[in-house]
Structures are given as structure tokens and as C-alpha cells.
């Protein structure tokens, strides 16, 4: 008989876009304690890409569904666009299966709270939406440092989610499924914020995590982003509600490469993660100056990610071990990013009312 601890989770892939073709290598390639049983994704193309990518074990359905209900998993990761995420994860916790998910859960606060509600109702299902800073070994370091005082009482937080340039017009598109730069990017640089500053310490009320925020952004490259609402930089100010700060620069339209950086403020220090984000140590040193290759994407800076958030949800199931993400940790920081979102798009700032909700009409 198999035991728990020699047994492999067998599980079905959502999406099979720019991160899903990855986690499909990482599923397939890099997870002993993982079996890819099936993958699914409606577009053209993807069930050839399936077949030329893929272990021919794993079945191919173009309809999510069908993968959902006979796929022969008991774990499911979503890769799919923003907006198709709440009704997958919906129906893959009425069906018994564990669930992870890509950020953000959704493009608005009332859809992710329904699917946070859903996923607290199961506690006997895993569900995890895993930052992928959070699983990168320089935030964690940074993390012990903090956690052991070295820093001082942590107070503020900068942070940069910065793209390249796309000259094919993704970030148009994408834009249209992805809730904006704010709800998009920003969950990130949110999330890393929450992970660092102890938003809940002092309150009064414990429901209330934040009391304002503010954004402002641009369409410096990207103008047709303006008809759906959206910026390719975007500037945000948050107040939490025990007088903590998070700031932080979002953007598209980098020339060098990609771009992600956060500073931690402490009363006895600070500290920087990814100051420049270099892909490795060689220095050209020429006539120009000094010069380094710059990550070309988030997918490259944070590859390590992607493989320890799946160890971490394989493990958790297989083990029956806690997950150091809980859904609540998602819903913050959705509630954060859409009111973000929501202020870029009316010029306003947005309040967070007793319950701890954002305030927007
Ligand atoms: N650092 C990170 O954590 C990180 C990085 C990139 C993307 N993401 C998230 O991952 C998700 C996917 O992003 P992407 O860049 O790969 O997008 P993408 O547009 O490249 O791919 C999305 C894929 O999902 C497929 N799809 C749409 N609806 C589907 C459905 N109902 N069932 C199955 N497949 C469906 C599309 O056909 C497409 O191939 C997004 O939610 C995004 O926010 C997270």
C-alpha cells in the first residue's frame, strides 16, 4: 500500500498561457512529490502545445470543466487570466479538490471575498495563492532579520514592480482580464508591505487594517490602456491603520529589463531586496562606464519561486502541513489593490470603513 509520505499529488493545470507554460516545465520537470495528471485551456493551439510539451500521461481538455470534473486530480493550480480564476476555484472546492491560485484571486473585492469565504468553509481543502516574493530566499532572509529586531520597529516600506517594455502589445491585452496595473501588479508590492510591516499590531479595531490610500498613474508608452481604465505607471501611497506606510512605483515601460525592489525602513535601519536587479555578476566595463544585464522578466527573477510555492503546496497536502499563506493574507491585500485601482480611475482618495472595507460607490 502507498503510504502519505511516498505517494505523488496528482494534479491538473489551469491555463497554459505566459506562467502557466512555465509551471506546466516546473509541474512536469522540477516536483518529485508532484504528478501533472491534466491540463486545460480553451484556446487555439494550446492542445497541440500540450502534446509537443508535455508527458503523454497527462490528458488535455479544452474545457475546464470536463478537466475540473474528470481529470483524475486532487489538487489543481490555476494559471488562467485574473477574471476566469472565482468560478475554477469555486467549483474545484465543491468538487473536494485542493486548490492554488495565481494572484490576485480576482479583479474585485466582492468576488474574492466569496471565494475566500468558500475556501474558509473547507477547512479540510488547501487553498493557497501564493505571492511569489514571499517565497524568494532573499525576501525570507530579509524576513529573519526583521523578525529578529535587527532592523529596529519596522515603520514604512518602498517597493518597484517594473516591467519591460512589450513591443507587442501584451500588457494591452492582458489588461483587459488582469483588474489593472494596481489589482495586476500591485497586489505584490502589497502583500510584501503586509508581510514585513505588522499591520495588526495596536489596533483597536482588529477588522480595520488600513486607514486610507491613494494612487496616481500614467500612460507614458501604453495610451490604448486608457480604455480600460488602466496605467503603465502607477504611484501608490498607503496608510495602514496603526500609522505604517507602504509607497510604491509600478510600471510597463522599463527599456532595460525587469525591475523589483523593496526597501524596509526600520528605527535602527533599513534593508533593500533586489536594489538593481541584476541577472548575473558580469560587469562590462568599456568606454560607457560600468554595465550589467538587467532580469529580463519577473519570471526570471523570481524562477526559484515558482518551484518552492508548489514544494510548499504539494508538502502541505501530502504532510498535512500548514501553509505559511493564508486566504485572509489574499483578501487584504485584494481589498488594498482594488482601492488602489479604484482611486487611480476617479482621482479620489479611498477610505477603509469599520469592517475594514474599502469605502467606493
Ligand atoms: N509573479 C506572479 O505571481 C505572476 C506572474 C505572472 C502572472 N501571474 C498570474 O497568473 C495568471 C496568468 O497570467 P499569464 O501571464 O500566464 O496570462 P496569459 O494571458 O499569458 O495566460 C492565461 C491563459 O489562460 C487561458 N485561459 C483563460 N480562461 C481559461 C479557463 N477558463 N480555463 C483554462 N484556461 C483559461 C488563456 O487561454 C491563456 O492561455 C494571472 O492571474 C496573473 O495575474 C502571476
Known amino acids: 500500500m502507498t ?12 491555463g497554459l498561457g505566459r506562467l502557466g507554460a512555465i509551471r506546466a516545465n516546473i509541474l512536469v520537470n522540477l516536483q518529485p512529490d508532484i ?15 500540450a502534446a509537443q510539451n508535455l508527458p503523454p500521461t497527462v490528458q488535455f481538455f479544452a474545457d475546464p470543466v470536463e478537466c475540473l470534473e474528470k481529470g483524475g486530480a486532487e489538487a489543481v493550480l490555476i494559471s488562467t487570466a485574473t477574471a476566469t480564476h472565482a468560478p475554477l476555484v ?12 495565481e494572484k490576485p484571486i480576482a479583479v474585485d473585492v466582492e468576488t474574492t471575498k466569496k471565494v475566500v469565504e468558500k475556501a474558509k468553509s473547507r477547512p479540510e481543502l488547501k487553498f493557497l495563492v501564493p505571492f511569489c516574493r514571499r517565497y524568494d530566499d532573499s525576501y525570507r ?17 518602498d517597493s518597484t514592480c517594473l516591467d519591460q517594455q512589450d513591443p507587442t502589445g501584451f500588457f494591452v491585452t492582458f489588461s483587459a482580464q488582469s483588474g489593472g496595473i494596481f ?16 499591520v495588526t499590531k495596536g489596533l483597536s479595531n482588529p477588522k480595520k487594517q488600513v486607514n486610507k490610500v491613494f494612487a496616481l498613474g500614467q500612460t507614458a508608452v501604453y495610451t490604448d490602456l486608457n480604455k480600460y481604465g488602466d496605467a503603465d505607471n502607477g504611484f501608490a501611497l498607503v496608510e495602514f491603520a496603526n500609522g505604517k506606510l507602504l509607497t510604491f512605483h509600478l510600471g510597463r515601460t522599463l527599456t532595460n529589463g525587469f525591475e523589483g525592489a523593496t526597501r524596509v525602513f526600520g528605527t535602527k535601519g533599513s534593508a533593500v531586496v533586489n536594489g538593481n536587479s541584476f541577472v548575473n555578476r558580469v560587469e562590462v566595463r568599456d568606454q560607457h562606464g560600468v554595465r550589467t544585464a538587467t532580469t529580463p522578466d519577473a519570471f526570471v527573477l523570481y524562477e526559484k519561486s515558482f518551484v518552492n ?8 497536502i501530502l504532510h498535512d502541513k500548514p501553509l505559511t499563506l493564508t486566504p485572509d493574507d489574499a483578501l487584504e491585500a485584494a481589498k488594498i489593490a482594488t482601492a488602489l485601482q479604484y482611486s487611480f480611475r476617479k482621482g479620489v482618495p479611498v477610505y477603509f470603513d469599520e469592517e475594514g472595507d474599502p469605502i467606493m460607490e
Open 35 to 49: 504528478e501533472l495528471v491534466a491540463a486545460s485551456d480553451p484556446k487555439p493551439g494550446a492542445e497541440q502545445w
Open 90 to 101: 469555486l467549483k474545484a472546492l465543491d468538487l473536494g479538490l485542493h486548490v492554488m491560485c
Open 183 to 198: 489589482v495586476d501588479m500591485g497586489v505584490h508590492d502589497i502583500d510584501i508591505a503586509r508581510y514585513y510591516l505588522d
Open 141 to 157: 532572509s530579509l524576513k529573519k532579520l526583521v523578525e529578529a529586531g535587527e532592523l529596529g520597529e519596522i515603520h514604512a516600506v
Open 3 to 14: 503510504s502519505a509520505t511516498d505517494r505523488k499529488l496528482k494534479v491538473a493545470l489551469f
Open 309 to 316: 510555492d508548489l514544494k510548499e503546496f504539494a508538502t502541505s
